[in-house]
């Protein structure tokens, strides 16, 4: 392939040109599994190459960790090398949390579909979503200041807060008559409405508590594309099992 600016050759389709300093992927497309990556790059809304990364993972605790972050840093160079747009990732979730630790990008979750590279094409079809740069407590407003789960509650405020795709966080009033939970303080996404919008749902033993998150989607499958980043955020933070 080459630059689609100053036509030099590049090494691999997709590839950052060196000479005239130009970026000529779109996206890169991963689905990462734990032993196998496979890295897809976008050009023109088409497919321009694929290249496959693999790894053995290891058993033991420190050879597995720094194992781990090597396979993490041979995907994390297919990326660097190409300094795409846009990056979406699907798949195993420690390789892909090892993966994003080394890259500057924000990443687009895809869910699990058959075929992640044509749904990446179809959602690229349509107007990028709106980012929010205010700081995640200039996101929290309303008129209820009280939030279940304390301390743990808070973190996962500020964690659906810091998404760039949410405009707001309503905290609702708390529900003390709900079952019992021991498994200590939980938050979840529910479904996205018609506008696109989500509700957080945080459970602190019988304690729940209902809060509406504004989000920059305009409609339900984008507001399910937030909904999965946020979820996915959560079970990082280890907030949901």
Known sequence: MECRRCGSALDRPGDYCLVC????ADAVVLELDRDRARVTTLVDEEVAGVREVTTTPEDGEETGVIELRNFAGLVADEVRRK??????ATGDREVLRAVRGQLHHDFYRVGDDEDPVESVL????DAPLEVVEAAPREKIGGSHSTLVGGRAGQRAIQTVAGHPHVKKIIPG?????GSGSRSGVRA??????????????????SSVQENRVVTTARERDLGEVVREDLNEALREADLQE
């Open 83 to 88: 300094r795409p747009e846009e990056v979406y």
């Open 188 to 205: 979840k996404a529910t479904r996205a409405g018609e506008n696109g919008n989500v509700r957080l749902l945080i459970r602190d033993g």
């Open 173 to 177: 009033p708390i529900d003390a008559g």
């Open 21 to 24: 300093r130009s970026e000529n």
């Open 122 to 125: 179809s959602r690229r079809g």
